[in-house]
C-alpha cells in the first residue's frame, strides 16, 4: 500500500469519495479569516486602551509613592535633626 498516491486528478484516495462542494467550504473559511480580522483589531485596540489605563494609573501610583516617600524621609530627618540640636 502506497501512501498518499495522487490519481490523475491531483486529488488522494479519499478526496475521489468526498462529494462535499470544496469551493463552497473554502469560501467559508475565507470570510471566516476576514471576519476575524475586525475583530481582532477590535480586541487589539482594547488591549491598547487597557495597557494606556494601565499605563496610566501606574505612572500616578509611582508619583504618589515618590511624595509619600520624600515626605517620610523629611519627616525623619527633621525629628533626627531636633534631637541632635537640644544638647
Do not use: D, E, L, Q
Given at each position: 500500500m502506497e501512501g498518499n498516491k495522487s490519481y490523475g486528478n491531483g486529488s488522494s484516495w479519499a478526496d475521489q469519495w468526498d462529494y462535499s462542494d470544496r469551493a463552497a467550504a473554502t469560501s467559508?473559511?475565507?470570510e471566516k479569516k476576514r471576519s476575524s480580522g475586525g475583530a481582532t483589531a477590535k480586541c487589539k485596540q482594547k488591549v491598547g486602551d487597557g495597557l494606556e489605563k494601565t499605563k496610566s494609573v501606574a505612572s500616578t501610583?509611582?508619583?504618589k509613592v515618590k511624595q509619600g516617600?520624600?515626605?517620610g524621609l523629611q519627616w525623619i530627618k527633621d525629628k533626627y535633626h531636633k534631637s541632635t540640636h537640644k544638647h
Open positions: 467559508t473559511a475565507n501610583g509611582m508619583k516617600t520624600s515626605s
